[in-house]
Nanobody, 119 residues
Framework: VQLVESGGGLVQAGGSLRLSCAAS????????VGWHRQAPGKQRESVAT???????NYADSVKGRFTISTDNVKNTVYLQMNSLKPEDTAVYYC??????????????WGQGTQVTVSS
């Protein structure tokens, strides 16, 4: 069971990126997913999460600009990031509860994808 992220890169301020996090070896629990980020010299912080009951939470710094979503058919979690700012520069990690095809449940993290926003 693993999560593989993609979609990071270099973008100018004001631009957009969409991060993807695809699960293999199991099914993502759509109500237990999240995106987090870690900038150089800073602690990892939660950016957007979906919890049991479908409640979605965003960090104040990204509200109105970022949107988390899941595609159950593609077994993928997305983070749409609009109006990007230089302070959004960080390594972004996805996190999800994944049930393997054997019925085991795992709390998995992706390997991280770099997002760099130039001013």
């Amino acid at each position: 069971v693993q999560l593989v992220e993609s979609g990071g890169g270099l973008v100018q301020a004001g631009g957009s990126l969409r991060l993807s996090c695809a699960a293999s070896g199991g099914r993502i629990s759509e109500n237990a997913v999240g995106w987090h980020r870690q900038a150089p010299g800073k602690q990892r912080e939660s950016v957007a999460t979906v919890s049991i009951g479908g409640s979605t939470n965003y960090a104040d710094s990204v509200k109105g600009r970022f949107t988390i979503s899941t595609d159950n058919v593609k077994n993928t979690v997305y983070l749409q990031m609009n109006s990007l700012k230089p302070e959004d520069t960080a390594v972004y990690y996805c996190n999800a509860v994944v049930m393997s095809f054997a019925g085991n449940v795992y709390d998995k993290w992706g390997q991280g994808t770099q997002v760099t926003v130039s001013s």
